[in-house]
C-alpha cells in the first residue's frame, strides 16, 4: 500500500474523520487532497469553479462544504481576498479529541 494511500486511510477511518465530514464535504477534500498529491502538508491552488467541475458540485454545496472542511481542520484557506483563486493548504490532521466520560 502506498504512503499516500496508507496516510488517506489513516485520516478518514483510523482518525475518524469520515464518520465527521457531512454531506458532500467529502467530494471536496478528496479532490482536495489528489490535487496536493495524496500528501499531506501541502498547498495547492484551486478555483471554485475547477472545485465544481471536478465534484458535480453547486457553487453554494462547494463553499458549504469548504466551510465545514475548514472547521474540520482538514483543510486551510490560506487566501483571503473575494473574488480571487484562493490557496488551500491541506495539513496532517490531528487525533480528534475524546470526549472526557
Not at 457553487?59 to 484557506?77: F, M
Not at 483563486?85 to 490532521?93: G, I
Amino acid at each position: 500500500m502506498s504512503t499516500q494511500t496508507q496516510w488517506l486511510r489513516s485520516v478518514l477511518f483510523d482518525r475518524g474523520y469520515l464518520a465527521r465530514i457531512k454531506g458532500e464535504a467529502i467530494k471536496v477534500y478528496l479532490v482536495m487532497v489528489a490535487a496536493c498529491g495524496g500528501r499531506p502538508d501541502r498547498s495547492v491552488t484551486m478555483s471554485l469553479s475547477q472545485l465544481m467541475d471536478r465534484t458535480a458540485l453547486s457553487c453554494p454545496t462547494v463553499i458549504d462544504s469548504l466551510a465545514r472542511l475548514e472547521k474540520l481542520g482538514l483543510v486551510v484557506s490560506t487566501t483571503r481576498e473575494r473574488g480571487k483563486v484562493k490557496t488551500y493548504y491541506v495539513p496532517d490532521p490531528p487525533e480528534p479529541e475524546v470526549a472526557s466520560l
